[in-house]
């Protein structure tokens, strides 16, 4: 007998025909023996909801009455799963995050996980109930509502599955699996029946949605066996593991792309120690996020170019934040571009591959699509371009790379 934790986001549960439908999954693995922790996302939508709402009251709302708000959807969810489950005769129970506990710690409305206190829910376990345990929730030591950020039920399950030393995290979404590359842009996308945790890492936080990035890593941390599958087919989904249970290692495994990039450049900054800190000191003042940053080596060393990428939410502020540093920063000319995008090729074979970088730029080359940023990990080569190529770029190196479904 095996213990596992099944976890359903909010498309799976998003009415009750598709609770009802998740309530047969759940009674298929509880029938095969097993004892089952059934983490639940709010029905979909009703999150953003919840959040509009407390926005429209005050946007300058109390975070901890918040938590109060936000946290209700996965209430719904769990106690109406387990009202599904008991119809069809399977035992249930539903525990809130505060009920558990789930104790979390730092900040209201993206709280972490401190510790689970397993006890009462394996108490449960053991007594043949599954348990329908509210993701997202926490409670902070004070003993108020908490929630772990939006997307937070991933992390919710995982964490659950690493407390009970489950066999398995199995996560139903409204997609079988992880793909090579997005299937609604590259239609010959292949399902992936294994990743690595790594690669999943950087397709998660490269914009890939099937996972939250938190949730990869808390996985990877604690060896919890991830598996990404749909409520609505049968299937196996795809496995994320160990580097070391992949056997023949793709030299490049996927390629995910972000549209949510917008790139600055500084003309002609002065090339002098302090420059760099000068320009990201009030950015990071101001909250914005850098993500690549390329400078030249001024050849008279006395100017330089300098260009960085930021959120398409942070582009106004972080135009503005140069704008408003101009006398200090002294740079000729500013020169904002939000029409870019990143694309990125991942792999943990790369460590052990040469020309995986050389095969990017030459299909680009082409392609004739100007590479305007690069920026480089062990396992991932990123690229900015512009976002009029990105369909282009993506079926051109997913073929480079012999991703291509046959
Ligand atoms: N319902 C929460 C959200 O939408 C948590 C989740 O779905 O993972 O962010
Ligand atoms: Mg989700």
Partial sequence: MARIVMKFGGTSLADLDRIRNVAWRVKREADAG???????????????????????????????????????????????????????GVKARSWQGWQIPLVSRGAHGKARIDRIETEALADGL?????????????????????????GGSDTSAVALAAALHAERCDIYTDVDGVYTCDPRIVAKARKLDKITYEEMLELASLGAKVLQTRSVELAMNHGVRLRVLSSFADGPGTLVVDEAEIVEKEVVSGIAYSRDEAKITLARVADRPGVAAAIFGPLADASVNVDMIVQNVSEDGKTTDLTFTVTKADFDRAVKVIEDNRKILAYSELKPDPRVVKV?????????????????????ADKGINIQVI????IKISVLIDEEYLELALRALHSAYGLDAA
């Fill in 34 to 88: 097993h004892q089952i922790a059934v983490v639940v996302s709010a029905m979909a939508g009703q999150t953003n909801q919840l959040v509009d709402w407390t926005n429209q009251l005050s946007p300058l709302h109390d975070p901890r009455e918040y938590d109060v708000v936000v946290a209700s959807g996965e209430q719904v969810t769990s106690g109406l799963l387990a009202i599904a489950l008991q119809t069809i």
């Fill in 126 to 150: 053991g007594r043949g109930e599954v348990a329908v345990v509210s993701g997202f929730q926490g409670m902070m030591p004070d003993r108020r509502i908490a929630t772990l950020g939006r």
């Fill in 375 to 378: 920026s480089t990990s062990e």
């Fill in 344 to 364: 990125s090729v991942i792999g943990v074979g790369m460590r052990s591959h040469a020309g995986v970088a050389l095969t990017m730029f030459r299909t680009l």
